[in-house]
């Protein structure tokens, strides 16, 4: 009998020594609080945050560990504890804070867990500083809050930039029409008049004159096109079936042409500006018609697939290719690869692409190699 009890003895010491190397080991304060609010044990890592000696807080009231003005609460809060274990963590305007011995206060985070034993019902309280986590979350918001004003009013500049640049293409394009009609209804007139009755280099200048202001036309209407996008216009539900099925009417008879084979599968419904996802999609086609392989019918495949937050559209086609150097070059305005002679153009197509793409909220790029074709990619915010 007195060896069992002995033994039995000898188990209880193991398992307090056990306990008390779990609660030493602990990297939180850890407090375990008697009924009446009194402090029973604490570890080392509560001597080192709260700046006590552990003979300092055993017995003494779990209010010592709270700043002042919370002291008159705590009285009643043994109870509250007790009766109502939980998380009780900081968060702004509405912290838990911690006292140290030299009056400092500081935020904590503290879990409360009740233990019934057979003195009756203990709290251990599991308390956390977490002064540096709460200096980082200020830093994050002072930095986010900066980084907001920056953002707003850059974009704000931006707008302001986007608007005049819009205002100044059109104003230009729409006044430059007229007196480029005045130059062309002469140098018309000039050609049915003198054409031939001058010499060789005469009605050489006559054409070269005629051919200048027909490209002129073209970049004028090209660029009084370009500053229309997306002006006073509302977003709405299209369906890109519907919309692909109408360009490849108005293409008709270049896709006849050319012999061009477009194959696509089935396309979503998107909130888009009707005209320009239209124009984009027309864009995109011709310029692949355009750039085709000497004696190779053009063929295209159109296809979506459905990502976080928007929809991605693939245009493959099996043309001429890009250069990667030249890759991101290709979406700037009067941007040209080819001569006027070989490649017909203003080189304003795939700008517009690139302007229709960032007006819906996506962006546009190219995947190509010389001689394998290009792929087109764009993506529309769903």
């Not at 003494?60 to 109502?84: C, G, K, T, V, Y």
Request: proline fraction near 3%.
């Amino acid at each position: 009998m007195a060896e069992e009890l002995q033994r039995s003895m000898l188990d209880i010491e193991k398992a307090q020594q056990k306990f008390k190397g779990l609660l030493e080991s602990a990297p939180d304060a850890i407090v375990i609080i008697g009924e009446k609010g009194k402090i029973q044990l604490v570890n080392k890592q509560c001597e080192n945050i709260f700046g006590y000696q552990k003979e300092e807080l055993i017995g003494a009231n779990m209010e010592l560990l709270l700043p002042e003005r919370f002291r008159s609460m705590q009285r009643d809060q043994p109870r509250l504890i007790h009766d109502n274990p939980g998380v009780r963590s900081t968060d702004i305007g509405l912290e838990v804070l911690g006292r140290r011995k030299n009056g400092e206060e500081f935020p904590i985070e503290m879990s409360l867990s009740p233990l019934e034993t057979e003195e009756g019902l203990l709290v251990t309280a599991a308390i956390r500083d977490i002064s540096e986590k709460k200096r980082l979350e200020k830093e994050i918001r002072e930095a986010n809050i900066t980084l907001e004003k920056k953002v707003h009013k850059r974009t704000a500049e931006l707008e302001i930039k986007n608007k005049e640049l819009e205002q100044f293409a059109y104003v230009a394009s729409h006044d430059l029409q007229e007196p480029l009609r005045t130059t062309s209804s002469f140098v018309q007139l000039l050609r049915k008049q003198y054409y031939g009755r001058l010499d060789e280099n005469a009605d050489r200048y006559i054409d070269y004159v005629i051919q200048s202001s027909d490209r002129m036309k073209t970049l004028i209407k090209d660029l009084l096109d370009y500053s229309r996008i997306g002006r006073e216009k509302q977003f709405e539900p299209v369906n890109c079936n519907l919309a692909l099925t109408e360009v490849l009417a108005d293409l008709a008879k270049v896709i006849k042409e050319n012999q061009a084979e477009i194959v696509a599968g089935p396309l979503p419904v998107v909130n888009a500006f009707p005209t320009e996802l239209k124009l984009l999609f027309q864009n995109l086609i011709s310029n692949s018609i355009k750039f085709q392989k000497q004696g190779v019918a053009p063929h295209i495949e159109i296809s979506t697939r459905k990502q976080s937050g928007h929809w991605h559209f693939q245009f493959r086609d099996n043309g001429i290719g890009i250069d990667k150097q030249y890759q991101q070059r290709i979406f700037i305005i009067f941007q040209r690869l080819h001569n006027r002679s070989v490649y017909e153009g203003s080189g304003i197509g795939l700008a517009h692409c690139k302007k229709i793409v960032e007006l819906h909220g996506g962006r546009i790029w190219v995947e190509s190699e010389l001689g394998m074709g290009s792929t087109f990619h764009f993506t529309i915010a769903d």
